[in-house]
């Protein structure tokens, strides 16, 4: 049945390999879904949308009004317009009327201490701080993507390792019990081989557990379901030196750019704040017209052109505390953007360390499954002739698996650990030629 299946399968799918998935497909489908790199792209455009509040103050501002409605008026002058019989004026000198009222008013701003250019430039920082975010954001989880892409295929070949073992196994079993029908062999060496063969099937089980385990995270963090990965290459243009690699992080990773740009909005706000100590000038023009107004019939026009000055002396101390605590802020932001540098620089140093101990590791590791091979190419032959005893074989054999294992293990945490470098130094998705738009 199982095998109908996968025959079903081979012949639905094409023969160019149309629905494999590579590791940069995988990367974009992470970048096209994930939430946070969602939420990330919209906090992006509301800072700029502030920066660009920001901005308008230097727009002149127009301000439109225009009212009608009934008046009802009761003063001197509606008082003193009653009728007048035999002297005495008659009425409760409430005078009604249709009052209308229209004006324009464009006001205009000269100057304000540069409150307005701190805080354009303020803006303006904060906006690339959240660029740098949403790149670190982008960044980190494309490189989860990537770690979740070689550890399906880590898994996978595992699986493949545990069945060759089991196969290895069986063979053997199949071998002792022939000794054993010809009075070579022992029951003993029978029972050890079935039991070292339920052992290696437990591991295949175990095996594929975890390989549907690693789908599932690929899944959760990519958004689709792996389909026929194929096995990428490392990362290609890596830095050729610790120092350079270094060098690289400083000027392009995400998160101290935004520390950096933070920094700058800092610095901004603390000028800003100094503003409130400067007197504030304005360009007001104004013209109205009202007509019907407080009990008068008709209509009153009027035109202005003010320059007026605002400086304010006095607020309870508020501006100074204001200033003292931009001042705060900006020497807390330069304290954790070194913080940050000193981080970036450690990170970067370790996963160097870390891609330059698996590769030394590597060399032994293979190293240890080719020796493996032939003590178990040895001791099979040891066996027929008597000088090996099966549970040297049955040892061998596990051993060649764990070997394996190790090696295909250290093989992706090489690879992962390239790709780690460009993450660690803001290079990710260059390196990879992968857009994050």
Do not use: C, W
């Given at each position: 049945m199982v095998r109908r299946i996968l025959l079903f399968f081979i012949v639905l799918?094409?023969?160019?390999?149309?629905?494999?998935?590579?590791?940069?497909?995988?990367?974009?489908?992470?970048?096209?879904?994930?939430?946070?790199?969602?939420?990330?792209?919209?906090?992006?455009?509301?800072?700029?949308?502030?920066?660009?509040?920001?901005?308008?103050?230097?727009?002149?501002?127009?301000d439109l009004v225009v009212?009608?409605?009934e008046e009802i008026s009761n003063n001197t002058t509606t008082r003193?317009?009653?009728?007048n019989v035999g002297g005495v004026s008659v009425g409760d000198g409430d005078f009604r009327l249709f009052r209308e009222e229209k004006s324009l008013k464009i006001t205009q701003l000269l100057y304000d201490g540069f409150s307005t250019i701190n805080l354009i430039k303020q803006q303006t920082a904060l906006t690339d701080a959240a660029m740098a975010r949403l790149t670190s954001v982008q960044e980190n989880i494309s490189l989860r993507?990537?770690?979740?892409?070689?550890?399906?295929?880590?898994?996978?070949?595992?699986?493949?390792l545990a069945i060759e073992n089991l196969r290895h196994h069986e063979d053997t079993l199949r071998k002792i019990r022939e000794r054993f029908e010809n009075g070579v062999g022992t029951k003993v060496d029978v029972v050890q081989t079935q039991g070292r063969r339920a052992q290696s099937k437990g591991n295949v089980l175990l095996s594929q557990r975890d390989?549907?385990?690693?789908?599932?995270?690929?899944?959760?963090?990519?958004g689709e379901n792996?389909?026929?990965?194929?096995?990428?290459?490392?990362?290609?243009?890596?830095?050729?030196?610790?120092?350079?690699?270094?060098?690289?992080?400083?000027?392009?990773?995400?998160?101290?750019?935004?520390?950096?740009?933070?920094?700058?909005?800092?610095?901004?706000?603390?000028?800003?704040a100094l503003a409130a100590f400067q007197p504030r000038f304005d360009l007001e023009?104004?013209?109205?017209?009202?007509?019907?107004?407080?009990?008068?019939?008709?209509?009153?026009?009027?035109?202005?052109?003010?320059?007026?000055?605002?400086?304010?002396?006095?607020?309870?101390g508020a501006d100074k505390a204001r200033l003292n605590e931009t001042q705060a802020r900006e020497f807390a932001t330069r304290e954790a953007v070194r913080s940050i540098k000193r981080a970036v620089e450690e990170d970067v140093t370790l996963i160097w360390n870390e891609l330059d101990d698996i590769l030394v590791r590597l060399e032994y590791l293979e190293a240890h499954v080719t020796s493996t091979e032939e003590v178990l190419k040895v001791y099979n032959e040891?066996?027929?002739?008597?000088?090996?005893?099966?549970?040297?074989?049955?040892?061998?054999?596990?051993e060649l698996l764990r070997a394996k294992v190790a090696y295909i293990t250290g093989q992706y945490i090489a690879m992962f650990a390239s790709y780690r470098v460009h993450a660690s130094t803001g290079r990710l998705l260059s390196g990879m030629n992968i857009s994050a738009d």
């Open positions: 799918s094409p023969l160019n390999g149309t629905f494999a998935q590579t590791l940069e497909e995988a990367v974009v489908a992470t970048l096209r879904t994930n939430p946070d790199i969602l939420a990330g792209k919209h906090n992006v455009e509301a800072a700029l949308q502030l920066r660009r509040q920001a901005k308008g103050a230097y727009l002149p501002s127009v009212a009608g409605g003193a317009a009653r009728p993507a990537i770690q979740v892409y070689l550890e399906v295929l880590r898994r996978d070949d595992v699986v493949v390989a549907k385990n690693g789908t599932a995270e690929f899944y959760r963090v990519i792996p389909n026929d990965l194929v096995k990428p290459d490392e990362a290609k243009g890596l830095p050729t030196t610790l120092d350079q690699a270094i060098e690289i992080a400083n000027r392009n990773n995400p998160g101290l750019q935004a520390a950096e740009a933070e920094l700058e909005a800092a610095v901004a706000g603390h000028k800003q023009l104004g013209a109205t017209r009202n007509k019907d107004t407080d009990g008068s019939p008709g209509g009153n026009d009027d035109e202005t052109a003010v320059i007026r000055m605002t400086y304010n002396l006095y607020r309870g040891q066996l027929s002739l008597g000088k090996r005893t099966l549970l040297d074989l049955l040892d061998v054999q596990n």
